[in-house]
């Protein structure tokens, strides 16, 4: 068993699955709409679960607080990003409540990224509020990307780039996550999936998975970090299995990676 965390680069820490916008291409919702009940979007991590996990990792390396929820809506988020300070620290957010909880985030997270996506109704009220949040933070911390999901359209992108703010482009996934990339995919010189090999996700509950892929069924789960060590879980025989399948050109045959058509790499 090795003693380090060895490849490690990014943790995805959800501090919570609520949300507060209904996206109309989120996963979730379709699944709220076809399985009722199979995954619950209601929970937030115990602050305990935060502080056993922030005394684990190693310095330096990316924290993202967000999976499936939105990072704003939890109430310890001051907390816990101080608690993380020896690490990048992180989030996506579809930037709702940016004003509102300007404060607790002004000076503690390193860069947020705000989602913009084609056909969303609210893109005017949400881009007045991302106005007055960089008034508010002037000069200061945390610097703000917007990631621009779909053809958002060019007037938009306009008032996206007077803002100064630096621009991400995206492809629009599906509601099923990534699994309909196959037309569009960018694969890895290497020639496996450099998620897996870089990346952890943490649930509010404490379950670990080798990705943030969407995955109701759970079978990218590989441990969970209320009661084992976070070292062991990244050293854990199923993750192991799953990159050797990976590097041997088997992927297909993984209950989880089978399906997915995503390689680790971001499509603009």
């Known amino acids: 068993m090795s ?10 820490l959800e501090l919570t699955n609520r949300c507060n916008k209904k996206c109309w291409m989120c996963g979730r919702r379709k699944l709220e709409a076809e399985a009722p009940g199979k995954m619950l979007f209601d929970s937030d991590m115990p602050l305990s679960l935060a502080e056993r996990i922030a005394s684990q990792l190693p310095p330096g390396i990316v924290v993202q607080f967000h999976n499936n929820g939105e990072p704003l809506l939890y109430r310890e988020l001051p907390r816990v990003l101080e608690l993380f300070s020896a690490q990048v620290r992180c989030f996506d957010t579809n930037g709702k409540l940016l004003v509102e909880r300007a404060a607790d985030i002004i000076g503690r997270a390193d860069t947020v990224t705000v989602s913009a996506f084609e056909r969303d109704e609210e893109w005017e009220e949400q881009y007045a509020v991302l106005r007055k949040f960089l008034r508010l933070k002037g000069g200061g911390g945390p610097r703000v990307i917007i990631r621009c999901l779909g053809e958002i359209g060019e007037a ?9 703010c630096l621009l991400v482009p995206r492809i629009l996934h599906s509601p099923d996550g990534s699994f309909q ?3 569009r995919t960018t694969i890895p010189e290497v020639g496996f999936c450099i998620e897996i090999m870089s990346h952890m996700a943490i649930n509010t509950a404490g379950e670990v998975s080798f990705c943030v892929r969407f995955d109701p069924d759970r079978h990218g789960v590989i441990g969970n970090a209320a009661s084992e060590r976070l070292l062991d879980i990244w ?10 399948a990976h590097i041997a050109g088997t992927r297909d045959s993984l209950p989880l990676c089978g399906k997915c058509h995503y390689w680790g790499v971001p499509r603009g």
């Open 3 to 12: 003693d380090c965390f060895n490849g490690l680069t990014t943790v995805n």
């Open 235 to 244: 050293n854990s025989q199923k993750r192991r299995d799953y990159i050797r």
């Open 181 to 183: 990339y196959a037309k």
């Open 156 to 164: 938009r992108l306009e008032l996206y780039r007077a803002t100064g």
